[in-house]
């Protein structure tokens, strides 16, 4: 069973840059959700997808951004980044309704400058 | 809005010394309670999942157990690779099935 692989590790952005992260997800799973987590704090939700498409967002901008794929792997896209915007961005994959638990990857590190 | 509260902030014991972390959470439309583990610069790592009041689960040195208003994670006789950053998290119903995450408990356990 492989686990959740988020890449790359680390990231240096310039303010105004695009980035975009990726995801693979748990074998089994069919929903991922993305979470962004500052220095000290509790991740916090910015959207999940399910079935390709956008099952739910969290308090974030247009400027996020994301993608599944039909092997059930995605991508997070952050536009015009903001110096904010540095923080650990974390994946979890999970079946639909979570209840078999949430299962994180290591995380991208995103700095933005 | 539902929300997810822990707390002491950070927590210094010595080896051996047993304590509890606490968790209050948003009764209303609570479906699950999760404890996770972070190490710095790490994902979270799974640790229990509670789903009713008076369930408890164990695993080694760790506890938890559920209330109909909290969690408390247990954590007896900590060596100090038990260090770490403790997350509790809910999961709501909703079209959404999110995990809302407390700030989470910094465990230092020293030798």
């Known amino acids: 069973e492989t686990g959740v692989t988020q890449s790359p590790t680390h990231l240096i952005k310039t303010r105004g840059q695009q980035v975009t992260l990726r995801c693979s997800s748990q074998?089994?799973?069919?929903?991922v959700s993305w979470y962004q987590q500052a220095l000290g704090q509790g991740p916090q939700f910015i959207f999940q997808y399910y079935r390709e498409e956008e099952n739910g967002r969290g308090n974030f901008p247009p400027r996020f951004s994301g993608l599944q794929f039909p092997n059930y792997s995605s991508e997070l896209n952050v536009n015009a980044l903001e110096l904010d915007d540095s923080a650990l961005y974390l994946c979890a994959s999970s079946s639909y309704t979570g209840i078999g638990g949430y299962t994180f990857g290591s995380g991208t590190r995103l700095t933005v400058v | 809005e539902d929300q997810v509260t822990q707390s002491p902030e950070a927590l210094r014991l010595q080896e051996g010394e047993s304590s509890s972390l606490n968790c209050s959470y948003t009764?209303?439309?609570?479906?699950?309670l999760f404890w996770y583990r972070q190490d710095p610069g790490k994902g979270p790592e799974f640790l229990f999942t509670?789903?009713?009041a008076g369930e408890e689960k164990e695993k080694e040195r760790l506890k938890a157990t559920l209330t109909k208003k909290e969690s408390f994670l247990h954590i007896t006789a900590p060596k100090p690779e038990d260090s770490a950053t403790y997350l509790c998290a809910g999961i709501y119903g909703g079209a959404t099935n999110k995990l809302i995450f407390g700030t989470g408990t910094l465990l230092a356990v020293q030798p």
């Open positions: 009764v209303s439309g609570l479906r699950g």
């Open positions: 074998s089994g799973h069919n929903t």
């Open positions: 509670l789903y009713s």
